[in-house]
């Protein structure tokens, strides 16, 4: 079956490490999103990309990047982790069809200490 | 921008009994929505959508949801709730764009208990 994976599930850093999370997609999906949920913020949006080498900030990309160079990974990158990045990361992708479904990965918890 | 308000952080509900958890948006234009279930340590599932037509719109789980224009609402409801309902429920909205999909805002989510 299709799936999206993120790994690693757990992560520990310290302050100033570069931490790159995995996603991984098996559905051919064009569009994928990295989210963090934040208790009191729900889910906000980190980056996306509509396809391969397309790459767009969302609501809060300060302190992160992305690279889309296949349709099936796009790896989250902390360039230096702060104590604030301490969340829960989540990815998604759709169809590029209107308003297609997103799916969610599991997620991944990360501890920035 | 669009936005959405989900009033209500924690819902405590007893088994057998009907829930609603409501949602309000703000977007200029017609919204697509969307409401999702997180279970604990889970993704997100999502539950329906509305796009367009019939406003109310039949979801998995006996989940339904009404999209009333003039309040700007996307109440999720369900006629007799069971404790595997135990979750986190996100209310999204999204914006039709020449690309195709656009990016989702989610409310902060609504938890919801179920008690014996």
């Known amino acids: 079956d299709a799936e999206i994976t993120q790994s690693p599930r757990h992560k520990i850093t310290e302050t100033g490490r570069q931490v790159t999370l995995a996603c991984h997609q098996t559905w051919n999906h064009n569009n994928m999103f990295w989210y963090r949920q934040d208790l009191g913020h729900g889910l906000r949006l980190i980056h996306y990309?509509?396809?391969?080498?397309?790459?767009n900030k969302g609501e809060v990309s300060d302190g992160y990047s992305v690279s889309r160079s296949n349709t099936e990974d796009l790896p989250l990158t902390l360039e230096s982790a702060a104590s604030s990045q301490t969340s829960v990361y989540f990815c998604a992708s759709s169809e590029d069809r209107l308003q297609e479904t997103q799916y969610f990965g599991p997620g991944t918890r990360l501890l920035v200490l | 921008a669009q936005s959405v308000t989900q009033p209500d952080i924690h819902i405590t509900v007893s088994e057998g009994a009907s829930l609603e958890l409501r949602c309000n948006y703000s977007?200029?234009?017609?919204?697509?929505l969307f409401w999702y279930v997180q279970s604990p340590g889970q993704g997100l599932q999502l539950l329906l959508k509305?796009?367009?037509?019939?406003?109310l719109v039949q979801g998995i789980k006996g989940f339904e949801a009404e999209f009333k224009r003039s309040q700007s609402s996307f109440n999720l409801r369900k006629p007799s709730v069971h404790w595997s309902d135990a979750a986190e429920y996100f209310c999204a909205v999204g914006a039709g764009s020449n690309f195709g999909n656009e990016k989702l805002t989610f409310g902060t989510g609504t938890r919801l208990t179920i008690i014996p």
């Open positions: 990309s509509y396809g391969v080498h397309d790459t």
């Open positions: 977007y200029g234009a017609t919204p697509y």
């Open positions: 509305y796009f367009s037509g019939d406003t």
